[in-house]
């Protein structure tokens, strides 16, 4: 049977999404299955970070990609609107990391010195309490001080996300929601997916299905190691704008709201919450700016991270079934930029390049070979 599409891509969050849309840009009819809001979305939990410091700092591989997402994110944004209208909320503005003592101030610059060490682009800064004060009206005295990078900005993850399937659907690209994908079959050089909907035909399939994408993988040959990692989020009340730029930690929104996160707790697929994680990271927020200790929470909520072994992302291809292909990450907004205009030339072309060899899943039985 001839293919249908050009490519399917299972999966309709951050990452599916970013390559579909890079696909059908770049000329291939393309097919999204997405599951539906019964999915462990992790866009909608997602802190909104376009992130470079901290990124790779053992990994100079991962760390480079980062980069060059990052470089690229204005293009992305600018190219949602222009073809939707959508402002993505990107702005890059740099970053900063707040140290409330002496000991998180050291380890930080040690950190950091050493990302730098192989990424020497990451032009950072070590600012004491008062230098930081200055970026961060309302800091705490307190505080050691913390991380400036100017490379580092933010972007709303849920307006990203419709701006990429108004996008993709505006070039010819087609969404079937509520279509969960229950087998593949490869049918030589063609794919078949399986759903309650009916079958797909595709010349390609490419695997974003976060925490599914591992049992999907194994029928097309691959193994593609994924857990959940849980992070919960806090939201106040809308307040004056304080914070000029996005922090790792506390982050304020265009509406005005303040997003205090970065939690990280192995619960396995639950999604609920923990009200002694969420009182530690409230009184964090206040350690760094006390005045919201006087300000009310109006929403919390928590979801899944996709992580792998290691943290940092997978590209893989079939050995068995060229052109089955699969991409995992936790960083599904700062890699936007890379997956919707770069790896989607690569899938088009057949093949991974060398620059993204260190992130298949042979790093990982390298890593059992030298234990």
Not at 136 to 146: E, R, T
Not at 199 to 217: D, E, K, P, S, V
Not at 282 to 289: C, E, G, N, S
Request: hydrophobic residues 40%; glycine residues 10%.
């Amino acid at each position: 049977m001839s293919p249908a599409y050009d490519s399917i891509v299972v999966g309709g969050g951050l990452v599916g999404s970013a390559l579909a849309f890079g696909l059908q840009r770049e000329g291939l009819s393309t097919l999204i299955l997405d599951e539906g809001d019964l999915a462990f979305r992790a866009t909608r939990g997602n802190f909104g970070l376009v992130w470079v410091q901290s990124k790779g700092i053992d990994y100079s591989p991962y760390a480079h990609w980062t980069w060059e997402s990052a470089e690229t994110w204005a293009s992305l944004s600018n190219l949602i609107s222009e073809i939707t209208g959508i402002d993505v909320g990107y702005r890059r503005p740099g970053g900063a990391e707040i140290c409330v003592d002496d000991k998180e101030f050291a380890a930080k610059r040690q950190k950091m010195k050493k990302l730098q060490s192989h990424s020497p682009h990451v032009k950072f800064e070590m600012l004491d309490q008062k230098s930081m004060a200055e970026l961060l009206p309302g800091l705490s005295p307190d505080v050691a001080g913390g991380c400036y990078f100017s490379g580092d900005g933010h972007a709303n993850p849920l307006n990203l996300l419709r701006g990429l399937h108004q996008s993709f659907k505006s070039m010819g690209g087609v969404i079937n929601s509520n279509a969960p994908v229950n087998d593949i079959v490869s049918q030589g050089s063609s794919f078949t997916a399986k759903t309650k909907k009916g079958q797909f035909h595709g010349a390609r399939i490419i695997l974003a299905a976060g925490l599914g994408t591992q049992n999907l993988a194994n029928k097309v040959g691959m193994d593609i190691p994924v857990h959940p990692d849980r992070g919960q989020i806090l939201v106040t009340e809308r307040l004056k704008p304080f914070l000029t730029i996005p922090l790792s930690k506390i982050r304020q929104t265009i509406e005005g709201s303040v997003q205090i996160g970065d939690s990280h707790e192995d619960a396995g697929l639950d999604v609920g919450m923990s009200t002694p994680i969420l009182n530690k990271m409230a009184i964090r927020a206040v350690q760094m700016f006390p005045h919201l200790g006087n300000t009310r929470i109006v929403r919390a909520w928590s979801a899944l991270r996709i992580m792998t072994p290691d943290g940092y992302p997978i590209y893989e291809q079939s050995e068995q079934h060229p052109g089955a292909f699969a991409a995992v990450c936790h960083s599904g907004v700062t890699l936007a930029a890379a997956h919707a205009l770069q790896v989607p030339k690569y899938i088009i072309e057949g093949t991974l390049p060398t620059s993204l060899a260190p992130l298949r899943t042979n790093r990982f039985k390298k890593e059992m070979a030298h234990a």
